[in-house]
């Protein structure tokens, strides 16, 4: 099977903003560097969706919430139940956020659209086993629909997760 010509692009849902866009594409390219493969905008099984989840070829799984702003830090606290669903937690930010801000017990990356580097290291709280699988299936599935849908955009796809 070999994929048309043109570019392929996932479509924007227009949920972020351009700040935190840009953040996302940097910290992802981050940590495609370390060897992760990452999925945005996965949903949890806690029901939450989470902004940036990556995963490593020892299969551990770290979770990256983003934030654009001072405001949108102090307005959105759902970061705290993203730790039962990962072995690291970070957030990722802009340069122009100050990084005093965010809590010392997680790790921080800053980014922008071309890069990012990580501030501080977020500290590991292993994953049961159950809940790595059940994670470890979630990427899988919506990696997978996401990129049949590139491949056939008329297609019946809709993201299991």
Do not use: N
């Amino acid at each position: 099977m070999s994929f048309p010509a043109q570019k392929l692009e996932l479509p924007v849902d227009g949920r972020q903003s351009e700040t935190a866009l840009a953040v996302a594409r940097g910290t992802a390219r981050l940590l495609h560097a370390h060897g992760f493969c990452v999925v945005s905008e996965l949903p949890l099984p806690s029901g939450r969706r989470a902004d940036l989840v990556a995963l490593d070829v020892r299969g551990e799984f770290w979770i990256v919430e983003i934030k654009s702003s001072i405001a949108d830090f102090r307005a959105d606290q759902k970061w705290q139940e993203y730790r039962i669903h990962c072995d690291r937690l970070f957030f990722a930010t802009s340069l122009e956020v100050p990084c005093e801000i965010f809590p010392p017990d997680t790790g921080l990356i800053v980014a922008d659209s071309f890069g990012a580097e990580f501030r501080c290291e977020a500290p590991e709280h292993k994953l049961a086993a159950a809940t790595r699988k059940a994670m470890m299936l979630l990427f899988a599935r919506a990696a997978a629909v996401r990129l049949q849908s590139l491949a056939d955009p008329t297609g019946p796809y809709t993201d299991f997760t």
